[in-house]
């Protein structure tokens, strides 16, 4: 484009996979605002530094609606417009709309009224972990706690019956991490969502309760203020969002603390401090690698970078947590720390409309854990944990654990 420098050729980032941090800190250093070869293949920019990004996520110059992507630069996993219309697809107004109403009815007495039926739900889960324990002295803590326990604290936030409450580990794998040996997957995990959510729907309206999903159906019904397909989507983003991040942040902060015996048995002494250290969680190692990707609406500058319009940007909010001009000594678990100001969650007006239950979750999660477990360890040597293999969302498949 005229005025515009040639970028520099795009280039896979592996190091995300294997070494995360250490390759945000080289990329912070060297290239701050990178271009890459993205996950879809095609290129795309990788922005680093905690102060780019954050300005990022709030400039209105950039888009999350695939139509201001350039024709052909952008692939994305397509998803039928029941799943895809979204407020992660949407500007303003549309997002203004009906991020409106999700605020209003995701309201903070709602979120409360959680706190008791998730601790509930995690005690029941530590009872069998303890009582498989007494036979073999180790667990996998991500299925036996981390994965189950927010399926059902979100079922519960949306109503869905006990009955129909399923294991969404493998619709999760088939889309963020796909198998290229097994592309069928993911086709046939988008259509069995589309038919659950679907029938979700349909279930509520015929029979609505005091839960998210009956309100919004509400307003959907009442007001004509959501299409069919937005309500649909909007159950799809709470329910397979809200799984998906919780499980990787709950699993990543057990990780943290037992790769960090003193800030584990600091939390121990004072659990007062539980609060403070869930930021801390947070900053140090987010399930979000990226932000949703945007996508410029007209050439612009990002960091000293030159980006032309309908380009695809990624934001870091992973990198923006370890970035020591914002969080000194960044690379240390210090639950002692004001990480308040971290981007796990997002900042201007995409940031996440979950964040409380994300807080109230992991603040119970592992303040339940370590209450049951005072002789938790890790089951396996460091280099043997495994990784989802995904440069997108940051999460163990398994966390095997001793006592």
């Known amino acids: 484009m005229e005025g515009m420098a040639t970028p520099a050729a795009p280039e896979p980032l592996d190091g995300l996979m294997n070494d995360p ?5 080289q990329l ?37 609606d ?10 994305g996993f397509s998803l039928p417009p029941a799943l895809d219309a979204n407020m992660l697809n949407m500007d303003p107004p549309d997002h203004t709309r009906i991020r409106r109403l999700v605020v209003k009815a995701f309201t903070k007495h709602r979120v409360e009224s959680l706190r008791e039926p998730i ?7 530590l009872d069998a972990i303890e009582e498989k324990a007494r036979t073999h002295g180790r667990a996998d803590l991500v299925a036996a706690y981390a994965a189950p326990l927010p399926i059902a604290a979100i079922c519960d936030l949306l109503g869905v019956p006990a009955t ?22 993911a086709k046939e995990a988008v259509v069995a969502m589309l038919g659950f959510y679907t029938g979700l729907v349909a279930d509520k309206r015929r029979q609505p309760g005091e839960d998210l999903l009956s309100d919004l159906i509400a307003a959907r ?36 603390l037992l790769r960090h015996p003193e800030q584990l048995a600091a939390l121990r002494a004072d659990p007062a ?8 969680f947070m900053r140090y190692d987010t399930s979000a690698v990226f932000s949703i990707r945007r996508f410029a609406r007209e050439d612009l500058t990002i960091g000293g970078a030159r980006v032309a319009a309908g380009e695809t940007v990624f934001l870091g909010l992973g990198s923006a947590g370890r970035d020591p001009g914002r969080f000194p000594d960044p690379d240390r678990l210090d639950i002692g720390r004001d990480a308040s100001g971290h981007l796990a969650l997002g900042h201007g007006i995409h940031h996440c409309v979950g964040a409380p239950l994300a807080r109230l979750e ?12 005072p002789d938790l360890a890790l089951g396996v040597p460091e280099e043997e944990l495994r990784w989802r293999p995904s440069i997108r969302a940051r999460g163990l498949l398994a966390l095997p654990v001793v006592f």
């Open 21 to 25: 941090y250490g390759t945000y800190a």
């Open 28 to 64: 912070r250093e060297t290239a701050p605002v990178r271009r890459i070869a993205g996950p879809d293949g095609n290129p795309a920019w990788l922005v680093t530094r905690y102060a780019d990004v954050r300005a990022a996520l709030a400039d209105q110059h950039l888009s999350v």
């Open 66 to 75: 695939k139509r201001h992507a350039l024709p052909g630069s952008y692939r």
């Open 119 to 125: 601790r509930r739900t995690a005690d029941a889960l």
């Open 164 to 185: 129909h409450r399923i294991d969404f580990t493998a619709w999760t794998d088939a889309l963020i991490a796909p198998d290229p040996a097994r592309p069928h997957l």
């Open 221 to 256: 019904d009442e007001g004509d203020r959501l299409s069919e397909d937005e309500l649909t989507s909007l159950a799809f983003l709470l329910h397979f969002a809200g799984y998906e991040n919780a499980v990787q942040l709950i699993g990543n902060a057990a990780l943290a």
């Open 273 to 280: 401090r539980l609060p403070g250290a869930v930021e801390e």
């Open 362 to 373: 992991l603040t119970i999660a592992i303040g339940a854990l370590l209450e049951r477990f």
